[in-house]
């Protein structure tokens, strides 16, 4: 029988993954880590290669995105406030970086931080 996988998540590093991983198991929910020894090996290659991977089945994917929704922490300003989606008003936004140039791709960290919004998938304009 074939088994499709979804993904989950992304990590920038192994560590981040291990609390929404014991999550998961611990509600019966089987998970695997997609480049985590990659990125144990060499972690300033994370931003390249897209972080680490948190795989479920297909068949868990509704429950475990429930789970991880529960749990995750979602981005705040300076001053410690959730970022509010501009377009939805939802206030379950996450860093995101496109990297869609070859030098966002070699330097991340000069990217300018936007948010993508969890709950209708806006992306903000950095500002």
């Known amino acids: 029988m074939e088994q499709e996988f979804f993904t989950l998540g992304s990590f920038e590093f192994p560590a981040d993954v291990q609390i929404i991983k014991g999550k998961l198991e611990s509600e019966g929910i089987q998970v695997f880590l997609k480049d985590e020894n990659t990125i144990n090996s060499d972690p300033l290659i994370s931003g390249a290669i897209g972080g680490v991977k948190l795989l479920v089945y297909?068949?868990?994917?509704?429950?475990?995105?429930k789970i991880y929704d529960d749990v995750r922490n979602y981005?705040?300003?300076k001053d410690g406030k959730p970022i509010v989606c501009p377009n939805c008003?939802?206030?379950?936004?996450?860093?995101?970086y496109l990297r869609n140039s070859i030098f966002y791709k070699l330097f991340p960290f000069f990217e300018p931080r936007k948010y993508k919004c969890a709950q209708c998938n806006f992306i903000t304009k950095p500002q």
């Open 89 to 96: 008003g939802a206030t379950k936004s996450e860093i995101y």
């Open 75 to 77: 981005a705040t300003d």
């Open 58 to 65: 297909s068949t868990d994917k509704d429950i475990a995105q």
